[in-house]
């Protein structure tokens, strides 16, 4: 299992630096699903399946995808098409969906060997992190509440283009 | 079996971070320095939960869900700030604002 850790995190360290050196901003936006998804199966090892489903789920399924969203939306025109074939040439894939699949392999491992194997000396589950949550971190929750409401604000107010007048604004 | 010991995930973290923070500075790209931020909150939230693990104590995890909250109110306001700025300079280099004004 110590074994996983390790090849699951030179994956990761592996596609980040691919993430952070790709020219295209979807190639890198690829490398980095992979990424985060091997920075999941670290998790996993490390005793926090709660914290590798979140990664997955918010990480890798919500803000990759919200990237993804604005790489779009910032091509529309005649030449998107053109461009998205520029962007994802047959073999753009390749190299992250392999790296994908290792960690799959990774994955099915871990599964099969979990009845008799503990990754760490003690797992700690999702009922103790939703004790603490809503223990002595319940402040903290309400904060975190207020913080994306904020942000929900903020992005709404930052993409507004209504009657304001914006004193910043060069037309 | 012997566990992953605190010290190897440490330092998985900061090559994360290191690795976040080396792109964000190179990279002149809004969306790529966006990206390098998500990296390094992600290598934070790394290092809380593997010091959290060490000690078999939820805290760690309490602290990445948290850490998850900052990344996606930081990820909206910013690729807002980012469409804001294509729509302003038709460029996505961040170098096209670092003029300013008053």
């Known amino acids: ?11 990761a360290v592996l596609t980040t630096l691919l993430a ?64 998205e074939r520029v962007w994802l040439p047959k073999g753009a894939w390749r190299a992250p969906g392999a790296l994908a699949l290792l960690l799959g392999g990774l994955l099915l491992y871990v599964l099969k060997q979990e009845s008799r194997w503990m990754p760490v000396d003690r797992v700690v589950d999702v009922k103790e992190v939703a004790r603490a949550l809503f223990g002595p971190y319940v402040l903290a929750v ?27 604004r060069r037309d | 079996m012997a566990s992953v010991p605190m010290e190897h995930a440490l330092v998985l973290a900061a090559v994360l971070f290191a690795l976040g923070l080396a792109g964000l500075l190179v990279r002149r790209n809004i969306i790529f320095m966006l990206m390098c931020l998500e990296i390094m909150f992600n290598a934070a939230g790394l290092a809380f939960v593997a010091a959290g693990a060490r000690w078999a ?42 003029g300013m004004r008053g």
Do not use: C
């Not at chain 1, 074994?3 to 995190?9: D, E, P």
């Not at chain 2, 998850?68 to 807002?80: D, I, R, S, W």
């Open chain 2, 57 to 98: 104590q939820a805290d760690g995890q309490v602290m990445f869900m948290m850490i998850l909250t900052v990344a996606a109110a930081e990820v909206a306001v910013g690729l807002a700030l980012l469409l804001g700025f294509y729509h302003h300079f038709k460029t996505l280099d961040a170098d096209a604002a670092e």
């Open chain 1, 20 to 83: 952070i050196t790709r020219r295209e901003a979807v190639h890198a936006l690829l490398y980095l699903i992979v990424s985060l998804l091997a920075v999941a199966l670290v998790f996993f090892t490390l005793g926090a399946p709660l914290i590798a489903a979140l990664e997955v789920i918010v990480y890798a399924g919500a803000i990759v995808i919200l990237f993804i969203f604005v790489v779009m939306l910032l091509n529309l025109g005649n030449a998107a098409r053109t461009q």
């Open chain 1, 142 to 168: 309400e904060i975190a509440s207020v913080l994306l409401l904020a942000g929900l604000i903020g992005a709404y107010y930052l993409v507004w283009r209504g009657p304001i007048r914006r004193p910043g």
């Open chain 1, 1 to 11: 299992m110590n074994a996983v850790f390790y090849m699951a995190s030179a994956v």
